[in-house]
């Protein structure tokens, strides 16, 4: 009994794992940068698609500084 509840366990666990990886969308964005600037951003967000590091990109402002995401 004590090996089919371990095995159970690990079943569970391994299963909540890869539901949890596969759960973020695959055009996730993620902060790539703070900029002072909003001309700054844009031209790394520029630069980075240009050179092929995403796709896209886009810049918003929070407080007095300025958000790379892409």
Known sequence: ???VRALLVSALLAGGALVSLNAAPAH???LRGVFYDY???QR?????Y????W??????Q???YYFLYA
């Open 28 to 30: 996730a964005e993620s």
């Open 39 to 41: 001309s700054e951003c």
């Open 62 to 64: 929070q407080y007095s």
């Open 55 to 60: 796709g896209w990109w886009h810049c918003e």
């Open 44 to 48: 790394v967000g520029q630069y980075g």
């Open 50 to 53: 240009t050179q092929g590091w």
């Open 1 to 3: 009994m004590r090996k």
